[in-house]
T-cell receptor, first 110, second 117 residues
Framework: GQNIDQPTEMTATEGAIVQINCTYQ??????LFWYQQHAGEAPTFLSY????GLEEKGRFSSFLSRSKGYSYLLLKELQMKDSASYLC???????????FGKGTHLIIQP | NAGVTQTPKFRILKIGQSMTLQCTQD?????MYWYRQDPGMGLKLIYY???????DKGEVPNGYNVSRSTTEDFPLRLELAAPSQTSVYFC????????????????FGDGTRLSIL
């Protein structure tokens, strides 16, 4: 079976740093994706990890540890527009579809 | 480039009615997917297709049907609408090399908000 866990909600301050964690148990692993989804909109791709380590993309970084079934998304220099849900998704060993966590709703306060 | 286009954006159906949710992509992607997203829940895979003429069930296929006659189009059919099918439906596409390492992200349409009353 597939199981992906991430916190339901987090609050952070504008200009600060926040780390959103994701743990997963899946049958097979072919990569982990992070998506951003603003309310009422489609998910948009942020990052992809398939090997252990850190991937950096501007203000966003994502880390993966396959042995621990663990990933995190790090957002730096937070801006008000970063208020959104952040979805952790795993590509399993079979079909190419993704298994999504329930998402973390991030609230940015001034 | 339009990307992934879904129509309609909103729809209200009565129980027992049928309808087709349209999805088309202009990126020449071979893989296409249908997900549903319920409040407070993650996206769930309904059906997917790895190319024209090939479709397969995802995690929650009951009550739905799909077809893939062209690379561009992947319509989702609800035959007998039920209240449990009230949801937001997202179509997505990606380019995937079968059997190879695939790091291509899925691109999502804007969604169809469907209410069954």
């Amino acid at each position: 079976g597939q199981n992906i866990d991430q916190p339901t909600e987090m609050t952070a301050t504008e200009g600060a740093i926040v780390q959103i964690n994701c743990t997963y148990q899946t049958s097979g692993f072919n990569g982990l994706f992070w998506y951003q989804q603003h309310a009422g909109e489609a998910p948009t791709f942020l990052s992809y990890n398939v090997l252990d380590g850190l991937e950096e993309k501007g203000r966003f970084s994502s880390f993966l540890s396959r042995s621990k079934g663990y990933s995190y998304l790090l957002l730096k220099e937070l801006q008000m527009k970063d208020s959104a849900s952040y979805l952790c998704a795993v590509r399993g060993g079979g079909a190419d579809g993704l298994t999504f966590g329930k998402g973390t709703h991030l609230i940015i306060q001034p | 480039n339009a990307g992934v286009t879904q129509t309609p954006k909103f729809r209200i159906l009565k129980i027992g009615q049928s309808m087709t949710l349209q999805c088309t992509q202009d990126m020449n992607h071979n893989y296409m997917y249908w997900y549903r997203q319920d409040p407070g829940m993650g996206l769930k895979l309904i059906y997917y297709s790895v190319g024209a003429g090939i479709t397969d069930k995802g995690e929650v296929p009951n009550g739905y049907n799909v077809s893939r006659s062209t690379t561009e189009d992947f319509p989702l059919r609800l035959e007998l609408a039920a209240p449990s099918q009230t949801s937001v439906y997202f179509c997505a596409s990606s380019y995937s090399l079968r059997g190879g390492r695939n790091n291509q992200p899925q691109h999502f349409g804007d969604g169809t908000r469907l209410s069954i009353l």
